[in-house]
């Protein structure tokens, strides 16, 4: 029967031609999203955690072009400039470069600080090449663009891989390996568990302790906050302004004697 209800049978009879409705069709399933953790957004890690981080895998880090906090400063500069996550680019650069350490396909003097262009089986030396830091940073950011967004770059493309790409197939860091994304494509092939060790290195970094501008460490700001909230403090604007200098015996045992 149609719709209405009326069978094939007396549209015949009627002398009229049957046209079987088209059924209708389900729509295309959406893939399902393991990964949590996208690659384009606002860093949510400092410069100063990622130095830190940074520091505790590699304490002599080979960047024969610039410091460690000037190379992360970049990480943070043109990663913002794409619209990606610096913090993420830093975790996939401790990844494949072994905290700066190198030793593999990629030299420290190439400015490559994500293997772009290292493939299985190069001989030392044998990848992308660039002439400075902020250019081999503008590259990685520019790689992971075309893995995790659809939109233009902002800055000229200096990715000699960016077109190879499959633009937006890994828009999370949990799909850049090959195997783990539902598209069958990635930054890493196969790179089983790629994406989790770069979460893995994020997640450290974003441990580190986080200072702000004035340079007094949050927990010291938040034990403020707490001891305003029991009354062992009673003027917090005073104290406040007080956070970065010593203070007397006396004063400390005012506060023990309240506590």
Not at 136 to 143: F, K
Not at 239 to 244: A, D, P
Request: hydrophobic content about 40%; aromatic content about 8%.
């Amino acid at each position: 029967k149609t719709a209405t209800g009326i069978s094939k049978g007396v549209v015949e009879f009627l002398g009229l031609k049957w046209e079987q409705q088209p059924q209708p069709t389900k729509p295309p399933e959406t893939p399902k999203v393991e990964g949590i953790t996208r690659i384009m957004g606002t860093a949510q890690a400092t410069v100063s955690q990622m130095v830190s981080f940074a520091m505790k895998g590699n304490k002599e880090p080979q960047l024969p072009s610039c410091t460690l906090k000037e190379l992360a400063e970049i990480f943070v500069s043109e990663a913002k400039a794409e619209g990606v996550r610096a913090d993420v680019a830093w975790a996939q650069s401790l990844h494949e470069t072994g905290y700066f350490k190198y030793g593999g396909i990629v030299k420290a003097s190439q400015n490559n600080y994500a293997g772009i262009g290292a493939l299985n089986g190069n001989a030392e030396g044998q990848a992308a090449n660039f002439p400075t830091p902020t250019i081999g940073v503008r590259a990685q950011i520019q790689h992971l663009k075309a893995y995790a967004s659809k939109e233009a770059l902002v800055n000229e493309c200096v990715d000699p891989r960016f077109s190879l790409v499959t633009r937006g197939s890994a828009e999370f860091v949990e799909w850049l390996g090959v195997a783990d994304n539902p598209n069958g494509k990635g930054w890493a092939y196969l790179g089983r568990g790629y994406g989790a060790s770069v979460i893995s290195l994020l997640n450290g970094i974003l441990k580190e302790e986080k200072e702000v501008e004035d340079g007094i460490p949050q927990w010291q700001k938040d034990a403020l906050d707490t001891l305003v909230e029991k009354k062992v403090i009673g003027d917090r604007a005073y104290w406040s302004k007080r956070l970065g200098e010593k203070i007397t015996i006396g004063e400390v045992l005012g506060l023990l004697a309240k506590l």
